[in-house]
Nanobody, 127 residues
Framework: QVQLVESGGGLVQPGGSLRLSCAAS????????IGWFRQAPGKEREGVSC????????YYADSVKGRFTISGDNAKNTVYLQMNSLEPEDTAVYYC????????????????????WGQGTVVTVAS
């Protein structure tokens, strides 16, 4: 069964940190970029970050640049999103999804080969 499973969400105070995981099964991440997205209540889904499978190149939205770090562990078939200096505005459901890395743009778009989305993990930043 082809799937992505997110974990690591929770409640954290402003200024705190969380690390989200996106574990793939049924396929290998060696051939797909992985993107993290989030959707806050009443807002549209937003692309947060993306990582290339070929060379580890990364992309970050301006809203998280300098605070979030995306990384991958191909041996574990897992991508991580380290989130530091969290703000209430980061509160959302976070999803990971297969993507295709775009060169030379240095960003991602939906994969035309395999589209897989995780079920999401909830991140709440509140004091």
């Amino acid at each position: 069964q082809v799937q992505l499973v997110e974990s690591g969400g929770g409640l954290v105070q402003p200024g705190g940190s969380l690390r989200l995981s996106c574990a793939a099964s049924g396929f290998t991440l060696d051939y797909y970029a992985i993107g993290w997205f989030r959707q806050a209540p009443g807002k549209e889904r937003e692309g947060v970050s993306c990582i290339s499978s070929s060379d580890g190149s990364t992309y970050y939205a301006d809203s998280v640049k300098g605070r979030f770090t995306i990384s991958g562990d191909n041996a574990k078939n897992t991508v991580y999103l380290q989130m530091n200096s969290l703000e209430p505005e980061d509160t959302a459901v976070y999803y990971c999804a297969t993507q295709m890395w775009l060169q030379p743009a240095g960003s991602c778009t939906s994969s035309p080969y395999l589209e897989v989305w995780g079920q999401g993990t909830v991140v709440t930043v509140a004091s």
